[in-house]
């Protein structure tokens, strides 16, 4: 590898952590950095999941003020995220790559088109029943869901999270998003754990990545803990668009 290569690496790695932290999505950033250096798909994926893991840790780390009182949601859900990354880990080595190539430009489009009606439809659901504060079973099962498209893939799980986590649980945006960090270091933590065992990843591009992207989820969380709901909320859906912009392209 040669020292631009490894530069190009931890470059894409800062930038996938702070992206990660913020929103999700930081897979689009050094998955496709990957490819174009030359790695195989394949490695390429599970190398990235495995580097991105520390870069997860230090987001939820730097969310921690807002994990506060959150103890009991993160025991109801993550599980569920566990779940869901063990198998879409299992998914993406014995599945074909083609097998999500449709689905997930039209689940990053749903998540972006929840969290951009989410104030809406919160104030219309308001006359009916009260929204759990630490999920319904019907969140559990959405978060598993969306674990096994994080376990896979894991572009924009950090949208679809949080597009599930506002509709269905009562909270503020900045402290769901906290939750979202967990969750999704979950998924990836237990996918890595998957592949370290069973896989081959390039331990050189890990440990680039996972430089980069510990320090990028510190500087997401200085940067994303202070936007306002209103643009945290449309840095997700910009980012969730550029998302489906390059699956498709």
Request: aromatic fraction near 4%.
């Amino acid at each position: 590898m040669s020292a631009l290569s490894a530069l190009l690496i931890v470059a894409a790695g800062v930038g996938a952590g702070a992206i990660n932290t913020v929103v999700g999505s930081g897979t689009l950033i050094t998955f496709p950095t990957l490819l174009a250096l030359g790695y195989p798909p394949v490695v390429a994926n599970v190398s990235n999941t495995v580097g991105l893991v520390p870069g997860s840790l230090s987001g939820a780390v730097g969310y921690r003020r807002e994990l506060s009182g959150q103890r009991q949601r993160l025991l109801r859900l993550a599980p569920a995220s566990a779940a869901g990354g063990v198998l879409g880990g299992v998914l993406l080595l014995v599945l074909p790559a083609s097998a999500f190539e449709t689905i997930v430009p039209l689940l990053i489009g749903l998540g972006c088109l929840l969290v951009a009606v989410q104030p809406w439809l919160t104030t219309r659901l308001g006359s009916g029943a009260p929204r759990p504060p630490h999920g319904s079973v019907g969140a559990v099962g959405l978060v598993l869901l969306t674990g096994v498209y994080g376990g896979y893939f894991g572009a924009a799980q950090g949208v679809l999270l949080l597009a599930i986590l506002g509709l269905l649980l009562d909270d503020q945006l900045q402290r769901l998003n906290a939750t979202k960090n967990v969750l999704a270091l979950v998924v990836n933590g237990v996918a890595a754990l998957l592949f370290v065992v069973v896989a081959d990843p390039d331990w050189a591009v890990v440990g680039l990545i996972a430089l980069g992207a510990t320090a990028g989820g510190q500087l997401g969380a200085t940067v994303g803990r202070r936007l306002p709901p209103v643009a945290l909320r449309s840095v997700v859906i910009v980012i969730g668009v550029v998302a489906i912009w390059r699956l498709l392209v």
